[in-house]
């Protein structure tokens, strides 16, 4: 195997790990706090990215879009909460994803409605249009490598309030005994909201800065939900630590698979049985990782150990 | 027998079978006055929600009986299909072989796939059922000797001798109608046996059922094998009426819209998931002739149901014939 | 049991009986999901060509049923039947992706309705399978691919890289670049179906060192290979062939990163004749953007049942002579000219396309050097029908 594109490809799976860590971080959040199931969760990712992109053609600013994705995705999430979310905190799990999933079925058709149904424009911004060389001869586009930078630092971010500020302590101790919480005095309503408009500017955040690599068009969250929600499974719901163990490891099987698992085939089948196999097999990696982690770890890798209730 | 959850009442159980029988009914009525009008669009309208209705329902036994909510339950219905599409892509029609086939090839399907994700609860069973159905509709995609994606057209439907042919719409809407029916009836049955008030009692208290002595995990994935069986049989039909199946058949979309008609109807009541499998049908059909953005007014219709109140539609009926 | 007659009732009201004397068409195509935005291309040059002719095809009162088969196969066959048996339409038009019209072939040509396809061209209709009562106003699928392999081949391209989504018609395109490229093939990689990240296979094309990448990746996804492809700077270093991939749907969005792409076409926006002149002008003054091929197909499908049911004198119900009118129908298709193949799909000319300006500045696909002259495709000999 090539050492040279396996770096790029480490990289590559390490930029897709951190761009679903933006999106799970918020969605395992609610789920650990909240016991909320949120389907609309990539419907804020993807109304980041519109936010983004339509910022940018009228104004030209990269930095005024990539504001204004977290900000409109964090009113859309408070508008989410007060309008559907809030009657469904004591439902149970089948509530939460039917009345979410009516939520993720609207808002796709209202951004289509809106917005056309084509993608929309979204050039890089200026100053990250090269690639940085890596010796060898291979290269790597500077705007992934901006995105492995920002995702990091706000990995980074997330742990230290999570661990070292009074909110991160309340917030894991939500996660852990709400009830308990909410009899010692503590606002645990306002949590919540600060813990959703978090998670939404998040995935807004991740949005706005996958625009320039993907198509953004609607319905463009339904992908991405699906990953994240493996992704949480996997590292077990409630943990942020989890999430972004998930992430990354995620991000590389689904990464590698797809450039090394054919060629492997093709070293114990013949090319045509290979061609076929491979992709399929590719495709279906990150489910059988999370299925293969599930049937030994029934509650993911870093469950959080939650109070009994 | 020491475990005995929620006896019946009398008047309930009445309640329930008159709004049962009006279901039924009300189905035949319309088979009967869509083919009197000569309407044979509607009548395949009402074959395609009576296929559903099977669907729904056996997914009820699952997730409303058993409290196993599976988000995976397409991959069954599409096992059935494809048992009946690869087979007659071989020539081999002959219902009598393919349907019990068909049957058998979703219920293992539903063995192995309960076997494994009955090692996981809640959240993480949604999701690994989930998964699972994902890893179906890819293997549906790279069976390129049977279409791929593009799917396969059944030239030949099943066939049953001279004396029955699906060819024939009335047939197959009668048929599918006494299908669901008989499987309603026997579903009903299981409900109120002893297996059925295990799988319901170890729905609210699964501790205390292990402490009876229950093993309630095998009593569970018996009832998801039978929930995938039927699901398949429903497959069986779809794949004859639409003499088309394709990897769309096994899309995560179709098991949410499964769940959806169970809910909207109402969960763990049987008839309430026919009923909700033919209003989805039905509203489908009426948002979609009303305008191509038919998803503006089928989503908050979806949230207001939730939000409107617990039990579905049957449970709403319920509340409105009898203020308690 | 009231819910029944009131549903019943409804039955009624909806079923409305037709007046004679009406050629009654049913357009499909996708409106919902990633293939929307095709779906309204293709419709709104159907819509112009019933415009062009007083919303009156063939000279009859034209009531036309436009429904959507959301990508879905099943919804498609429930669509069709609603079109088959409730509105009893003559024709069928429309029909953006292969899968859609393959659960949707069977119930039409049997029906006795005609169904015409203004994009899908699968391989089984063009060949064994193909019907009287089947015609494309496009192509077969492969032909687009055939073409640029054909290009890559005359551009003496030694070394060809191939990418396509792992899906039937991915396949079939791969293997319609292989039928004219002789060179080597330094590898195949098929991507998940909707994927939207290319980050592993872009660093596979820069590994392999090619001289040129063929793709095939249609819609969304497409843009986003586009896209990622040049910022990885490969655009100008190793150059970029694709079917389905860049074309007027997609131009928009693209921008600077179309610089420099190659696809093949057998119509572009700068055709040089009087009826894609009138097309062109007229659609932009109607809808506000620039006509992709979609549009132009489903225009040219327009032209051909005027054509045809105009020369049999409105007699929709003699099957054969309709049939007949149909192969025979003389009309100036925006393409500059028209002839079917033995199995009704149309022999093109193939020109490879690549983005530039229209005349008044406007980024639009523009027509390049010519590939092949009258491309009838490959599947035609298979099909048994002789007239």
């Not at chain 1, 010796?135 to 995702?151: K, Q, S």
Request: proline fraction near 4%.
């Amino acid at each position: 195997m090539d050492p040279l594109l396996l770096l790029v490809q480490l990289l590559n799976g390490v930029q897709l790990g951190l761009l679903l860590f933006l999106v799970a971080a918020g969605l395992t959040l609610v789920f650990g706090i909240l016991d909320v199931i949120n389907l609309a969760h990539g419907v804020l990712y993807m109304v980041g990215a519109y936010a983004a992109a339509v910022v940018l053609v009228r104004s030209g600013h990269f930095a005024l879009a990539v504001l204004a994705g977290p900000l409109v995705a964090l009113g859309a999430g408070l508008a989410l909460d007060r309008l559907v979310l809030r009657f469904v905190y004591d439902r149970d799990h089948l509530d939460q994803v039917l009345a979410t999933f009516g939520v993720l079925i609207f808002v796709n058709e209202l951004v289509r409605v809106l917005f056309g149904p084509a993608a929309l424009p979204f050039p890089l911004p200026a100053g990250f249009e090269w690639s940085v060389r890596l010796p060898g001869g291979a290269t790597y586009p500077a705007w992934r490598l901006a995105i492995i930078a920002a995702g990091a630092i706000l990995a980074f971010l997330l742990f230290w309030v999570l661990t070292r500020t009074r909110a991160g302590m309340l917030v894991r101790a939500a996660a852990t005994d709400p009830a308990m919480l909410e009899m010692l005095g503590v606002d645990v309503r306002r949590l919540f909201l600060l813990v959703l408009g978090a998670g939404a500017a998040l995935a807004g955040f991740a949005g706005a800065m996958a625009g320039p690599i993907v198509a953004v068009q609607p319905g463009m969250g339904d992908q991405i939900l699906i990953l994240a929600f493996v992704v949480i499974v996997t590292g077990g719901t409630g943990s942020v630590q989890g999430a972004l163990l998930g992430s990354l490891l995620v991000g590389l099987a689904d990464t590698l698979g797809r450039s090394f698992l054919t060629d492997m085939l093709r070293l114990a089948l013949p090319p045509a049985a290979a061609n076929e196999v491979g992709p399929a097999l590719a495709s279906m990696l990150i489910y059988l990782v999370m299925a293969g982690v599930l049937l030994a770890r029934p509650r993911g890798l870093m469950p959080v150990r939650r109070a009994a209730r | 027998m020491t475990a005995r959850p929620r006896q019946r009442s009398r008047p309930a159980a009445r309640a329930e079978a008159i709004l049962a029988s009006a279901v039924f009914t009300a189905i035949a009525a319309l088979l009967v006055i869509a083919d009197f009008l000569d309407q044979p669009f509607y009548l395949k309208l009402l074959t395609r929600a009576l296929v559903l209705a099977l669907a729904a329902l056996a997914l009820d036994l699952a997730v409303g009986i058993a409290g196993l909510v599976s988000l995976g339950h397409a991959a069954f219905l599409g096992v059935g299909a494809y048992v009946i599409g690869i087979s007659a892509e071989h020539g081999m029609t002959n219902g009598w072989v393919q349907w019990p086939l068909a049957v058998a090839a979703a219920a293992s399907a539903a063995l192995v796939v309960g076997g494994l994700s009955l090692r996981t609860r809640g959240v993480q069973f949604i999701m690994i059922t989930l998964a699972f159905g994902q890893m179906f509709f890819y293997l549906a995609n790279s069976l390129s000797r049977y279409g791929g994606d593009d799917g396969l057209t059944i030239w030949t439907r099943s066939q049953f001798g001279t004396w029955l042919s699906l060819s024939d719409r009335r047939t197959l809407a009668w048929l599918s109608l006494s299908i669901l029916l008989a499987a309603y009836l026997f579903l009903r049955k299981l409900r109120w046996s002893r297996f059925g008030r295990v799988l319901r009692a170890a729905k609210e208290n699964e501790r205390r059922m292990a402490a009876l002595g229950f093993a309630v995990g095998r009593f569970r994935l018996v009832a998801f094998v039978i929930s995938g069986a039927l699901t398949g049989l429903a497959g069986v039909l779809l794949a004859n009426l639409t003499e088309f199946v394709a990897p769309a058949y096994l899309s995560w979309h179709r098991s949410g819209e499964l769940l959806a008609m169970v809910v909207l109807g109402g969960l763990g009541t049987l008839h309430g998931a026919v009923l909700g499998a033919f209003v989805f049908v039905l509203l489908e059909e009426v948002l979609a002739r009303l305008t191509t953005h038919w998803a503006l007014l089928f989503g908050p219709f979806l949230v207001l149901v939730v939000l409107a109140g617990r039990g579905g539609l049957v449970g709403l009926v319920q509340r409105i014939d009898a203020p308690r | 049991m009231r819910l029944g007659i009131a549903i019943a009732a409804a039955m009624v009201l909806w079923a409305g009986s037709a007046p004679a004397q009406e050629l009654r068409v049913g357009f499909m195509a996708t409106f919902t999901g990633p293939g929307a935005n095709l779906g309204q291309h293709l419709r709104d040059g159907f819509l112009l060509g019933l415009d062009h002719v007083g919303g009156r095809l063939g000279g009859l009162e034209t009531k036309l049923t436009i429904v959507d088969d959301q990508l879905k196969p099943d919804v498609a066959r429930q669509e069709v039947d609603k079109l088959l048996e409730k509105e009893k339409v003559h024709f069928v038009v429309g029909i953006v992706f292969s899968n859609v019209l393959m659960a949707i072939y069977k119930p039409t040509i049997e029906s006795g309705a005609f169904l015409i396809s203004a994009n899908a061209g699968p391989s089984p209709v063009a060949g064994a399978q193909c019907s009287e009562r089947f015609f494309s106003t496009s192509w077969q699928n492969d032909q687009t691919h055939s073409a640029l392999g054909k290009y890559a081949q005359d551009k003496g391209y030694r070394r060809v890289f191939l990418l396509a989504p792992n899906y039937q018609a991915g396949k079939d395109g791969l293997n319609g670049f292989k039928r004219y490229y002789r060179g080597t093939i330094v590898d195949e990689v098929y991507t998940q179906l909707g994927a939207v990240d290319f980050s592993a296979e872009i660093a596979k094309i820069q590994a392999a060192k090619p001289e040129a990448v063929y793709a095939f990746m249609p819609g969304g996804p497409g843009i986003a290979l586009l896209k990622q492809y040049a910022q990885a700077g490969l655009t100008k270093q190793i150059p970029l062939l694709s079917a389905f991939t860049i074309d007027d749907t997609s131009l928009p969005a693209l921008g600077d990163a179309a610089d420099g792409l190659v696809s093949a076409s057998q119509w572009a926006a700068d055709f040089d004749n009087p009826a894609n002149a009138r097309f062109v002008a007229d659609f932009r003054k109607k809808y506000g953007y620039v006509p992709s091929y979609f549009a132009a197909q489903a225009y040219d499908a327009a032209q051909l049942i005027d054509a045809a049911v105009r020369s049999t004198g409105g007699r929709l119900d003699d099957k054969t002579a309709l049939r007949d009118a149909l192969r025979n129908a003389r009309f100036a298709s925006v393409k500059g000219k028209w002839r079917l193949n033995t199995n009704h799909i149309p022999i093109n000319d193939f020109y490879y396309v690549s983005p530039g300006k229209l005349a008044d500045g406007t980024p639009a696909m523009v027509k390049g050097d010519l590939v092949f002259a009258d491309y009838g495709d490959e599947y035609a000999k298979d099909c048994p029908m002789k007239w």
